[in-house]
Every structure is written in structure tokens, then in C-alpha cells.
């Protein structure tokens, strides 16, 4: 929930605000929660930018890559991002960034697992046009 296009905001099940995950003045979107539900994936889109991991048991971020957009989670350890003309991967302990698909010259985004985790969706082209389908292994 976003509530000036900026925030993301954690409420419980009685709608009671519990507290804002992002820091102030700093543009983050395009969430998805880890399989274990205890972190949120997220890309910054102000300077640096990339791909983060919110903690809930933690309460802080952790900065994965530089670049990247539309984070989801393959499993606990790995998010896989749009990276500009490829798919990546990136392992959340380590750090290692791996591509996984080659796009260019087209563009993909709009990530999104199905609920088993078992195949990946985006869309791929110069416009929001096909959708693609990968199997994750």
C-alpha cells in the first residue's frame, strides 16, 4: 500500500497501521514477498537504485544489486530481476549476480511466480506485448 505513491505501508488484519517499511523521500516499488513471508523484495527507483530486501524480523534493508527492476522471489535465496535486456538472478547471502536470459534487443518486465514457484512469467518486446513463460531450476 502505497498512500502518496511513495510509502509502503504495513497494516494488520484490522486495518491499524503497524508501521512504514520505506525510508523517507525514497521512491521503492514493485514489492513481492519472500515464499517463508518474512522479507519483501523491492526496486529503488531514485539514485542508486536496484534491487533491495526488506527484513521484517530485522527491520532494515539490505542493498542486492545496483540496477534492476521487478524483483521476485525465486525461492528463499534467490530474486530474479529485470535487468534493462536480460533476466538476472541474484543470490540474497552472497550477493553473485547470474543472467539467466537474454532478451536484447528487447526489453522484459512485469515478473510475477506462479504460487508453487515452479514457472516465471514476464512480458517481453520493444511494448508491453508477449508474455513468456520460463521454467526455473
Do not use: C
Not at 494488520?12 to 516499488?29: V, Y
Not at 534491487?51 to 524480523?57: A, F, K, M, N, R
Not at 529485470?82 to 540474497?92: F, P, R
Amino acid at each position: 500500500f502505497a498512500p502518496n505513491a511513495t510509502d509502503i505501508v504495513m497494516f494488520d488484519a484490522n486495518g491499524q497501521m503497524i508501521r512504514a517499511l520505506t525510508p523517507s523521500k525514497t521512491r521503492m516499488e514493485l514489492t513481492d514477498w519472500s515464499p517463508d513471508g518474512k522479507r519483501l523484495a523491492l526496486n529503488v527507483s531514485a539514485a542508486p537504485g536496484g534491487i533491495v530486501v526488506y527484513s521484517l524480523d530485522q527491520g532494515r534493508y539490505e542493498q542486492l544489486t545496483s540496477q534492476g527492476a521487478d524483483p521476485a522471489w525465486a525461492n528463499n535465496e534467490t530474486v530474479v530481476f529485470a535487468n534493462v535486456n536480460k533476466l538476472s538472478s541474484v543470490n540474497v547471502r552472497t550477493r553473485q549476480v547470474r543472467d539467466v536470459i537474454a532478451t536484447a534487443p528487447d526489453l522484459l518486465g512485469g515478473l510475477a511466480f506462479t504460487s508453487d514457484r515452479h514457472w516465471l512469467y514476464y512480458w517481453r518486446g520493444p511494448r508491453e506485448a508477449d508474455i513468456w513463460i520460463a521454467t526455473m531450476k
